[in-house]
């Protein structure tokens, strides 16, 4: 064997070196997506002849998902789509940024294709999401030169923007994610709800650019106002407040008192003329867990607290990592750990079953776990091959999964 040789060695164990450098070179996350020494590599493929998730809930609640338009030109994916849901939200297709770039400019042209699949394939839409203080274009509420629009100057851009957006898509999404995301991260229980708001939204900063305190004027009011501008643009479609960690005890008594404050005022609108329906007609509860701090009980309390509100509740973005914040995870789940994820899933749907009357739809935040923007925490039903995980079997039947897996 020549490789003995001192000269060829020293070139081999260079080659060597080089390898391992630039293996572990690369983050865990990259390695977790490639594929493991030994392991045989599959192709990904959808297993249609596994029970609808739809069609098990179809008694209980909406089960919808995320689509991007670039993936409706996928057959298999929409077959699988099909086969499993019956609502869909576009992951971002529909948020400002894109839809209105430029004051005057209007882009439908994406999410018209995404609305023409789901009309074609018999899916319903949610529209994600027309006020937010994130992916918007600053011609909604910032200036030139960077401070905010007065307040007027805003409710002006945000009358204009609803009534074009919730306008052109009228009739064909049945509710909306009208204000996303409003309050603050990280705040106690508020003894008003305005203030564990996000101050530093661009929505609030140029509402409160103007605003009359002494008539009770402040940042606060961009909600009333991008609630009422939908309901007159779109009448039949139904209206959503979208928020996370709405788990935090603070959060869902925030939530709660905003939908039980704003409700109230709109009663006693000139504009309304529907005196029985409610302004904000669902609290959705985004979902976005970690296995690790996960208390089913928490959202249990947040249910049980919105319903007492007077609301609707819809669970719109769920997946559940592995891990926590501050300690994410990284790699393909062990067994264990799939176990434990899909434990977390059948207990959460043996609570949405339990509240079913209440509760419009559940829809999960991604496919697969590939396709997730958490995928490093493995956080969905379906894996990076698109088979079914434990998480998928203890939603399809969550209590006979709780019961063989104690
Ligand atoms: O489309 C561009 C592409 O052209 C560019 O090359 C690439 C480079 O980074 O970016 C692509 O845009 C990305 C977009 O997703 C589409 O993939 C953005 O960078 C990225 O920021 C964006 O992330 C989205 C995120 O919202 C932005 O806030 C996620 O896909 C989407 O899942 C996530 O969804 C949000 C909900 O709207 C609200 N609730 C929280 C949830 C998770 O963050």
């Given at each position: 064997m020549d490789i003995f040789y001192?000269?060829?060695?020293?070139?081999?164990?260079?080659?060597?070196?080089?390898?391992?450098?630039?293996?572990?070179?690369?983050?865990?996350?990259?390695?977790?997506?490639?594929?493991?020494?030994?392991?045989?590599?599959?192709?990904?493929?959808?297993?249609?002849?596994?029970?609808?998730?739809?069609?098990?809930?179809?008694?209980?609640?909406?089960?919808?998902?995320?689509?991007?338009?670039?993936?409706?030109?996928?057959g298999e994916l929409t077959a699988m789509y099909k086969h499993h849901y019956n609502l869909v939200t576009a992951e971002n297709d529909m948020k400002p940024q894109y839809l209105s770039p430029v004051k005057g400019l209007y882009y439908f042209i994406n999410a018209d294709t995404l609305i023409r699949w789901a009309e074609a394939n018999n899916i319903k839409v949610h529209g994600h999401t027309l006020v937010w203080h994130s992916q918007s274009a600053a011609w909604l509420t910032t200036g030139a030169d960077g401070n905010p629009l007065t307040r007027a100057e805003a409710r002006a851009n945000m009358e204009e923007y609803i009534t074009n957006v919730a306008g052109h898509f009228r009739g064909k999404v049945i509710s909306w994610d009208v204000v996303n995301e409003a309050f603050a991260d990280g705040s106690g229980l508020p003894a008003d709800w305005k203030d564990a708001l996000r101050k530093d939204s661009p929505w609030y900063l140029a509402y409160e650019n103007g605003a009359d305190q002494s008539k009770g004027e402040s940042g606060a009011d961009y909600i009333y106002d991008a609630f009422v501008f939908t309901r007159l643009t779109d009448p039949e479609a139904t209206l959503f407040y979208n928020d996370y960690n709405e788990?935090?005890?603070?959060?869902?008594?925030?939530?709660?008192?905003?939908?039980?404050?704003?409700?109230?005022?709109?009663?006693?609108?000139?504009?309304?003329?529907?005196?029985?329906?409610?302004?904000?007609?669902?609290?959705?509860?985004?979902?976005?867990?970690?296995?690790?701090?996960?208390?089913?009980?928490?959202?249990?309390?947040?249910?049980?607290?919105?319903?007492?509100?007077?609301?609707?509740v819809a669970v719109t973005e769920l997946d559940i990592p592995y891990g926590s914040w501050t300690n994410q995870h990284s790699t393909p789940l062990t067994e264990e750990e799939e176990l434990l994820q899909a434990r977390l899933y059948a207990q959460l749907f043996k609570v949405y079953k339990q509240y079913a009357p209440h509760i419009e739809r559940v829809s999960f935040w991604g496919k697969a776990d590939s396709q997730s923007w958490r995928a490093k925490g493995s956080p969905l039903l379906f894996d990076r091959t698109f088979a079914a995980k434990q998480a998928y079997y203890a939603v399809i039947d969550p209590e006979g999964f709780l019961r063989a897996n104690p």
């Open positions: 001192p000269k060829k060695r020293r070139i081999m164990q260079l080659l060597i070196l080089a390898v391992l450098t630039v293996f572990f070179a690369i983050t865990p996350a990259a390695q977790a997506d490639m594929v493991q020494v030994g392991e045989p590599i599959v192709t990904p493929g959808w297993d249609l002849s596994l029970p609808s998730i739809a069609e098990t809930y179809k008694d209980y609640f909406m089960i919808g998902n995320v689509m991007s338009t670039y993936q409706t030109t996928d788990t935090d005890s603070w959060k869902r008594e925030a939530m709660a008192m905003m939908a039980e404050e704003l409700n109230a005022k709109w009663k006693t609108d000139k504009r309304n003329t529907q005196p029985d329906r409610l302004l904000i007609e669902v609290l959705g509860m985004q979902a976005h867990y970690w296995t690790a701090s996960l208390n089913v009980y928490a959202v249990e309390a947040a249910i049980t607290r919105f319903i007492k509100a007077g609301v609707k």
